[in-house]
């Protein structure tokens, strides 16, 4: 969920159902992807921040890190040529979770292979 309350610059806070405050730009990651046109990839990240969020067995510092390895997959996807070792560097970071966000997994690997 967004709150505008507490938006500073090109940060907000992004809060889950129990009131841990997650700070990103990832917003505006998912804003610039669909007026790139990328709105299949933007809608991957969206879903994939939601099912990190509402994972009960991850910590709140986890689900933080995790989100911000999105973005950054957002970041790069966003560059006329990604680059391929940092999105499957990003990729490594998602392993353990990868079970939860199959399609993000999916997105950066049609990435790398383009």
């Known amino acids: 969920m967004l709150s505008s309350p507490g938006a500073v610059g090109n940060t907000y806070n992004i809060s889950n159902v129990s009131g841990q405050v997650f700070l990103g730009n990832f917003n ?11 709105n299949e990839l933007a809608g991957i990240l969206t879903d994939g ?10 910590g709140e510092e986890q689900k933080q ?8 997959i957002g ?18 970071g998602l ?3 990868s079970s939860v966000i ?6 950066v690997n049609d990435i790398i292979k383009a």
């Open 95 to 97: 392993k353990s979770v």
């Open 75 to 92: 970041e790069e996807s966003m560059k006329i040529k990604p680059n391929r070792t940092i999105l499957m560097a990003l990729k490594g």
């Open 65 to 72: 890190e995790l989100i911000e390895v999105l973005e950054k």
């Open 102 to 107: 199959p399609e993000v997994i999916k997105a």
């Open 28 to 38: 505006d990651i998912i804003a610039q992807l669909n007026l790139k046109g990328s």
């Open 49 to 58: 921040r939601e099912a990190l969020i509402s994972k009960a067995d991850l």
